[in-house]
Nanobody
Framework: VQLVESGGGLVQPGGSLRLSCAAS????????MYWYRQAPGKERELVAH????????YAADSAKGRFTISRDNAKRTVSLQMNSLKPEDTAVYYC????WGRGDYWGQGTQVTVSS
């Protein structure tokens, strides 16, 4: 099982980034997918969630109106489009795959730094 995040980097406040997570080794279309983040000295927090079929999404209050989660089951990828980035969005962003009673997998994370 592998979840590999990409797309992180350094961006100025107000800018955009698109994170991607490529999945392998499990039945991707059966798993709900999540994006979490962890800033230095803080607990890991949920950013966004999408159901296995992609028919429902959730975004944390901090992400609403700025971040959009999406998935492509054919390509086995989940993405997080992040717009209007703020310095407080600086964190390591993690991809998670979860199916109740089946599996719960995490990626290694990708660093996002928002700074001028």
């Amino acid at each position: 099982v592998q979840l590999v995040e990409s797309g992180g980097g350094l961006v100025q406040p107000g800018g955009s980034l698109r994170l991607s997570c490529a999945a392998s080794g499990f039945t991707f279309s059966s798993y709900a997918m999540y994006w979490y983040r962890q800033a230095p000295g803080k607990e890991r927090e949920l950013v966004a969630h999408i159901t296995s079929a992609g028919d429902s999404t959730y975004a944390a209050d901090s992400a609403k109106g700025r971040f959009t989660i999406s998935r492509d089951n054919a390509k086995r990828t989940v993405s997080l489009q992040m717009n209007s980035l703020k310095p407080e969005d600086t964190a390591v962003y993690y991809c998670r795959a979860r199916q109740w009673g089946r599996g719960d997998y995490w990626g290694q994370g990708t660093q996002v730094t928002v700074s001028s």
